[in-house]
């Protein structure tokens, strides 16, 4: 028995490069066709055509890709010409010959990347200025590439069969996903092959020497800042092989940068947005109360909640404890989301206010205040247990009892009773830091990978029900109704990613960072912590991939020479470090079998001898971190070898030779060159338009003739963007006739 044929239609992405939400639930008739009209037209005025199809009866799709392959080459060889002006590529792209087509292909990403720009990028920069849910756009609901799902098994099964990543890997990613999402996973497999060694000498060192081992405290220092050191070679070397080194100097100008005024540059002549940079510095202060309010607010929600734990779990042991021991917990899963939300929403606005110029500035202010808020909710509580309750528990905990519960009836000169015989938890702090760096981490890769599959599979299931219910009312309700048969499973396909959220690499980047923090400032309470995050990061890099391909959209390839901001909080961790990590095992170096430390009686601890370990410790840290960032840079990395090299080839070939044809004739040549040159008139506005049934009885005759692809039967149905216009009015005009129709009911 032969197995059933797979629609073609559930393979391809009909050559569609975006994919556009039009939403005008909630604009009225004339509205919604002009704004419809100005969207097609604007995207047409860049070179970009377009096809419309139903998404719901109150949304539409508006897919686009480049008119030509002529104004693709033309649109790749200015970005390449660009970067070549501003450093980021040695050699010029050549617009006569095929050299620089070998030499540096047309990857997926970097199309997919040009016509996001040209969607989004003012109208000054030479885009069409589309902002979704901004100003004059706010119709426009998202702007969403499309996945390939062909390669998307590929990868996951590639994957799942590999134990370790290859630099042929990472570059497969960037070829798909771009720069930004390959630095991330270029970032977790070095970190998961320095906790190869960090592992295994952690796991050595605690069945030999136990815990707070001063030789683990050093050896795991060492390796911690050989890894950041290393990551930054390694950042380097990256840059240079995907040619983005220096990429972060190319930005265009934030959609909401407001200039104080106009001005001329001195160099250029020509007349820029200008705001002060004092004014700005003074915006920036504002960081510090920020800062402040942060620490105030949640430092005293983790602090009531961790004194009343304290207070319920040691002290009190009257009716109801069993229960009550889960109140501090309650108290901090109720209030601390909603003090992280309102903090986040106020560290985004002060970024906006701040004014910055470009994206990147703006994420780089909007993500160190974000790493302020998730240092103090991941690392405070520790902090609490080991610098305050250990050494200061005895002095405070009688505070604890603010309303006499556990006190006996007042006995002149005797405390109460409990208080009194009250001994600090000698295993507290390594129960802590185990759930932070064991039991969380399980907690969380479930969360990671259970929760959304849950969702999505309640809001497919969801969807089914409605449109169901719908179809026994009324059989025109149903979105698909009216697709057409060879189209059905591909925009099946479309509306269900339509419906995924945006992928953010910085969420994940957020994360290795944060366990690295674990890593590097409290492993040394338990030294097996590298093996638990070796294994965590494994599977890490896996979920990750397959939450890319099934539970997000596809990211927008963006470049990227680094990960960013994040690499400067991977140097204040290692810092911060070496001084916890002295502080931790000159306490726990003493008392009872090093586990008790300081007793909780500050009177055990010789604050002299403390403050003279962290001072040891940090400039012990400095001369390291000094010494292996003169070793790697005597080192000759691949990275440097290929700069030279390229270098080399640049200065030859210009001493021979010189020349090179415009962007028109590269494009022109290219197009020829495929046998895909389009004639002009593509996306031209000239001419009437066709009515949509004028248009499906032409596509009809085509396909009685033979020989139109699944693709160009897609892309031939409306000739150009005023048709596209004209089918989209008339949808928008059916969506709204069958709401009224339905109110009416």
């Not at 055990?604 to 390291?624: D, K, P, T």
Request: hydrophobic content about 40%.
């Amino acid at each position: 028995m032969s197995s059933p044929t797979k629609d073609p239609a559930s393979e391809t992405n009909m050559d569609v490069s975006y994919v556009l939400v039009y939403d005008f639930a909630d604009t009225d008739k004339s509205s919604a066709i002009a704004q419809f009209q100005k969207l097609t037209g604007a995207l047409a005025s860049v070179g970009l055509a377009t096809e419309v199809r139903t998404k719901d009866k109150s949304s539409l799709f508006v897919f686009v890709k480049f008119a030509s392959n002529q104004d693709l080459y033309e649109q790749i060889y200015r970005s390449r010409t660009k970067d070549w002006l501003h450093g980021v590529r040695q050699e010029a792209p050549d617009a006569g010959s095929n050299d620089s087509e070998d030499k540096k292909p047309i990857h997926p990403a970097e199309p997919l990347r040009i016509v996001y720009q040209l969607i989004v990028s003012p109208r000054g920069e030479g885009g069409a200025g589309i902002t979704p849910k901004h100003g004059e756009w706010k119709n426009v609901e998202s702007i969403f590439a499309l996945h390939d799902h062909q390669y998307n098994k590929g990868w996951i099964k590639k994957w799942a069969t590999s134990y370790t990543l290859k630099i042929e890997d990472l570059d497969d990613i960037r070829d798909h996903f771009g720069e930004k999402v390959a630095y991330y996973f270029a970032f977790t497999q070095s970190y998961f092959t320095a906790l190869i060694g960090i592992a295994a000498f952690g796991g050595s060192s605690w069945f030999l020497l136990g815990y707070f081992s001063p030789v683990y405290a050093v050896v795991n220092s060492l390796l911690c800042v050989a890894f950041v050191e290393y990551w930054k070679s390694q950042e380097y070397d990256l840059a240079v092989r995907w040619g983005v080194r220096g990429v972060s100097a190319i930005e265009s100008k934030r959609h909401d940068f407001q200039a104080e005024k106009d001005v001329t540059d001195p160099v250029t002549g020509e007349i820029v947005k200008f705001f002060p940079s004092g004014k700005r510095l003074q915006r920036q202060l504002l960081q510090i109360p920020f800062a402040v309010l942060a620490t105030l607010v949640l430092g005293s929600l983790i602090a009531i909640c961790f004194s009343i734990e304290i207070f319920i779990s040691e002290i009190y042991n009257g009716p109801g404890q069993s229960v009550l021991v889960f109140l501090p917990t309650g108290i901090l899963t109720a209030f601390q989301p909603l003090l992280l939300g309102f903090l986040t929403n106020l560290a985004e606005r002060l970024s906006a206010f701040e004014n910055y110029e470009t994206d990147s500035a703006f994420d780089t202010a909007f993500t160190q205040k974000i790493f302020v808020l998730n240092f103090i909710t991941s690392y405070l509580p520790i902090l609490l247990t080991a610098f305050v309750y250990v050494p200061f528990a005895q002095e405070l905990v009688p505070y604890l009892d603010l309303v006499g519960i556990t006190s006996k009836p007042p006995v002149e000169g005797e405390k109460s009773h409990n208080i009194h015989n009250f001994e600090i938890n000698p295993n507290r702090l390594k129960k802590q830091v185990i759930y932070f760096t064991v039991t969380a981490q399980i907690v969380n890769q479930a969360m990671e990978v259970v929760v959304p599959y849950l969702k999505q599979w309640g809001m497919s299931k969801y969807q089914d029900y409605q449109q169901k219910r719908a179809a026994s009312k009324e059989a025109d309700s149903d979105p698909s109704a009216n697709d057409p048969p060879e189209e059905t499973e591909f925009l099946k396909r479309v509306r269900k990613e339509a419906d995924l959220e945006a992928y953010d690499v910085t969420t994940d980047l957020r994360e290795m960072v944060i366990q690295y923090g674990y890593l590097v400032l409290f492993s040394v309470v338990f030294p097996p912590t590298g093996i638990s995050f070796l294994i965590n990061n494994w599977i890490e890099l896996r979920t990750d991939a397959i939450k890319i391909c099934t539970e997000t959209q596809r990211p927008t390839p963006w470049r990227a020479d680094s990960i960013g901001p994040w690499l400067d909080s991977l140097g204040f961790l290692t810092w911060l470090g070496s001084l916890s990590t002295a502080a931790i095992v000159y306490m726990f170096s003493g008392g009872d079998g090093g586990d008790a430390g300081p007793g909780g009686s500050p009177a055990r601890l010789q604050l002299g001898g403390l403050m003279l370990s962290i001072f040891a410790s940090e400039h012990a840290y400095l001369l390291v971190r000094q010494a292996v960032r003169i070793a790697i840079g005597k080192l000759d990395s691949p990275g440097a070898r290929k700069e030279r090299a390229e270098k080399f080839m640049v200065r030859r070939k210009y001493l021979g030779e010189a020349g090179a044809l415009n962007a028109k004739q590269h494009g022109e040549r290219m197009a020829e060159k495929m046998g895909t040159a389009e004639k002009e008139g593509a996306v031209s506005g000239g001419g009437g338009g066709l009515s949509r049934e004028e248009l499906e009885e032409a596509l009809r005759k085509g396909q009685l003739r033979g020989g139109l692809s699944l693709e160009q039967k897609f892309w031939g149905r409306q000739k150009n963007w005023k048709d596209s216009a004209n089918v989209g009015a008339q949808l928008i005009e059916q969506g709204l006739k069958e709401g009224e129709g339905k109110k009416a009911q």
